[in-house]
């Protein structure tokens, strides 16, 4: 019986997996099919940065370099497709400020999830600005702690112009200008120094502190919306 129910466990810990792999596989798969259409067509991502932001994401979920291909010939012949980015402000329990960003082919599904979620946990969506005050745009750099020493990190940042050098648990964050992130990015593999990743984020100006147990719902109510296919990013002032 102990057998039965540890193979149980197991397919259901697969299954559980393998939608989160699908759900992220489609997310990138329509950043890359809104990169090329708002990047007026442009399929070289030396031209295109959003384009190369998107591949960046792909790769991070290690979709296939020929499915990532396959994507961008078909968005560059679509045309007229309906995939859109679109953005939400509001606000998760206890006062938390959240800014989500989508990609969608109908807009009024999306809110009407995005929606449910947040006034099922008691908070709400706001209107536009109601919160975007609150971040700032900037690029940021990952990279593993055993990659490099943090003086290392922190010099180079220095050299190259980063806003902020900071480490993390598991990673050192360089933060840049957001139009600098690639070229950073480039600099830093030039020199010998492994990236884990490069994106564009909104960065909170301040944060807020809760209890355990009320961070707890709040993060719950984040991944909830970090779920939907719609959602590619969800930013929050969480401490």
């Known amino acids: 019986m102990s057998g ?3 193979w149980s466990k197991v397919k259901h810990q697969k299954a559980t997996t393998d939608v989160l792999k699908a759900a992220r596989f489609t997310q990138a798969s329509r950043a890359i099919t ?13 031209d295109n940065f959003r384009l190369r932001l998107a591949i960046e994401k792909a ?5 296939p370099k020929e499915n990532i291909e396959r994507l961008i010939a078909k968005a560059r012949g679509e045309g007229g497709n309906a995939i859109t980015s679109v953005t939400y402000e509001g606000y998760a329990p206890y006062g938390v400020a959240l800014y ?14 995005v929606k449910q ?10 209107s536009p600005g109601a919160v975007s005050y609150l971040f700032e745009r900037k690029g940021v750099i990952t ?35 957001p139009t600098d ?15 884990d990743t490069a994106q564009i984020v909104m960065h909170p100006m301040t944060s807020v502190e809760l209890p355990e147990d009320k961070h707890a719902i709040v993060v719950d109510v ?16 969480l401490a």
């Open 34 to 46: 809104v990169a090329v259409k708002e990047g007026g067509g442009l399929t070289n991502p030396d």
């Open 117 to 126: 979620i947040l006034d099922h946990a008691g908070g709400g969506l706001g």
């Open 222 to 237: 984040i991944e909830r919306l970090e779920a939907l296919d719609d959602v590619q990013e969800v930013y929050s002032n």
């Open 59 to 63: 790769r991070s979920v290690n979709m």
């Open 4 to 6: 039965h129910s540890k």
């Open 100 to 113: 989500i960003e989508c990609v969608t082919d109908n807009s009024n599904r999306t809110v009407s999830f």
């Open 181 to 195: 992130v690639m070229h950073m990015k480039s600099v830093i593999e030039e020199k010998g120094i492994g990236v």
């Open 143 to 177: 990279i593993p702690l055993s990659n490099a020493s943090f003086d290392t990190v922190f010099a180079l940042g220095v050299e190259l112009g980063a806003l902020d050098v900071c480490q993390m648990a598991d990673v050192y964050k360089v933060y840049t200008k």
